[in-house]
């Protein structure tokens, strides 16, 4: 596979070309990548151009990943999120009609903020049972279509998260076969998924029927921080193709990092030649921990191949009391919580880590378990639009002064920023339970 972005950067780092372009740096080591930090030089093409070399790579990666068009997102799948909204909401808005999106929950803040910048309305779908976590939502095809049947107006589209940060994947193609009798576009936060494209047998969610969906590459594939793609369907609708990247970089920098850039690159080689069978390897191996982290008395949760999601309460430990003794044993995990600790191994953990992990875990004593779920968060109570709250006057209140309130951000639980009150909302009593659950102790109201 061609990799055109890499081999236009290479040469011109070994012109020696007199670089009096942005930026600074001028390609003075400091360190160590800077002779390949480039800018939109003649010849480098531009991230929204729909020509030039950066055009030829996102068509190797569309071909790899079997779309319609792919394009690529120098700041993750926040941007792609963003594009995402913005080119349901060109192609398919109705004249003097406030578009509406059914969304599951656990939705990222990437997502609020779209809708703040496009001003959409927001009806959430709730996990109907008691949930292990804030950023689950584990919904059903059944609870997309009660969210339609009961929706106060058509909606635009329905907006899932799958997988979601814990490693739960949902039934896409039964939710888009749901989506497909309403009519209804299915957009999918796939921002930990970007692999599944690449098992022996596809969880791709583009090949599981949606129409347009966001990956975060840098999550899950070997792809510098930032790197992301948003892919389109070839079966979406095609005013979805009518100008996507003018409508990406309605929300993105005017300088796109070209090492990321490169990174997306040559990826397309990785992928595209060992990447397949060293996650074949992978997904073993993970399998082979799952089971070996669960015969010594942990649970675990979700369906996610490569992620390694641990609920240590029943050993009794807290997911940050976990995350605290493996980190004094040197294992640095993804994401830890009062409930959970979640580990995100790649193709690229090399064995010993594994091992590390599990001798650190079988240095732990069981103990009680502690008992309890995560506080469920109430049905929210909208008070104003997302975009009123957002961009209207604010201050910050210790969280417990905020009952009866409206919240004027998203409150989140950080990382992963999922949102316990969405901006617009009614602070309840439960919501201040929850936010000082999880940490949040000033939030913004609107004033
Ligand atoms: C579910 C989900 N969606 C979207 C994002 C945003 O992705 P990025 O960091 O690539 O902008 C994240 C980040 O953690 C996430 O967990």
Do not use: W
Not at 92 to 111: G, V, Y
Not at 351 to 379: C, F, M, Q, V
């Amino acid at each position: 596979m061609t990799t055109p972005i890499c081999d236009y950067v290479t040469e011109y780092a070994l012109s020696g070309k007199a670089r009096l372009h942005m930026p600074g740096h001028k390609g003075v080591t400091l360190h160590g990548l800077e002779p390949f930090d480039i800018t939109e030089i003649e010849g480098a093409g531009y991230l929204y151009s729909d020509t030039g070399i950066i055009a030829e790579s996102e068509q190797n990666a569309s071909i790899l990943f079997g779309t319609g068009r792919t394009l690529y997102s120098t700041e993750g799948s926040s941007l792609s999120i963003k594009a995402m909204l913005g080119i349901a909401v060109t192609s398919l808005k109705k004249e003097n009609e406030r578009p509406l999106i059914l969304a599951c929950r656990n939705s990222h803040k990437a997502f609020l903020d779209a809708a703040c910048l496009l001003d959409l309305d927001v009806e959430f779908i709730m996990q109907s049972t008691p949930s292990p976590s804030l950023c689950q939502c584990f919904i059903t095809p059944n609870d997309v279509r009660s969210a339609i049947e009961s929706s106060p107006k058509k909606p635009l589209a329905v907006y899932v998260t799958s997988p979601d940060y814990m490693g739960n994947i949902l039934d896409i193609a039964g939710i888009k076969a749901v989506c497909k009798e309403y009519g209804l576009p299915l957009l999918v936060d796939n921002a930990h998924g970007a692999y599944l494209k690449f098992l022996k047998k596809s969880l791709h969610p583009i090949d599981q029927g949606a129409d347009i969906c966001c990956d975060s590459a840098h999550k899950t594939l070997p792809v510098y921080t930032g790197g992301g793609y948003l892919h389109i369907s070839g079966n979406a609708d095609e005013r979805f193709f009518d100008d996507p990247k003018g409508v990406m970089s309605l929300f993105a920098s005017t300088s796109p990092s070209y090492l990321i850039m490169q990174s997306l690159d040559i990826c397309n080689r990785v992928l595209s030649s060992e990447f397949p069978t060293l996650l074949e390897t992978a997904v073993s191996k993970v399998k082979q921990t799952r089971q070996e982290i669960a015969d010594m008395g942990f649970d675990t949760l979700g369906k996610e191949p490569m992620k390694l999601t641990i609920l240590p309460r029943g050993f009794g430990y807290t997911g940050d009391e976990l995350a605290a003794h493996l980190r004094e044993n040197d294992v640095e995990c993804e994401y830890s919580d009062p409930y959970s600790l979640v580990l995100m191994p790649s193709p690229y953990t090399p064995d010993k880590d594994y091992e590390r992990l599990l001798y650190a875990l079988s240095l732990l004593n069981r103990k009680p378990p502690i008992e309890g779920l995560p506080l469920l968060t109430p049905k929210p109570i909208r008070r104003m639009s997302i975009r009123e709250a957002m961009l209207g006057r604010a201050g910050m209140v210790p969280t417990g002064d905020a009952v009866g309130l409206i919240c004027a951000r998203t409150a989140v639980s950080c990382q992963p920023s999922i949102p316990i009150v969405t901006a617009g909302e009614e602070i309840t009593e439960q919501a201040v339970r929850v936010m000082r659950e999880y940490g949040v102790e000033r939030v913004a109201v609107t004033i």
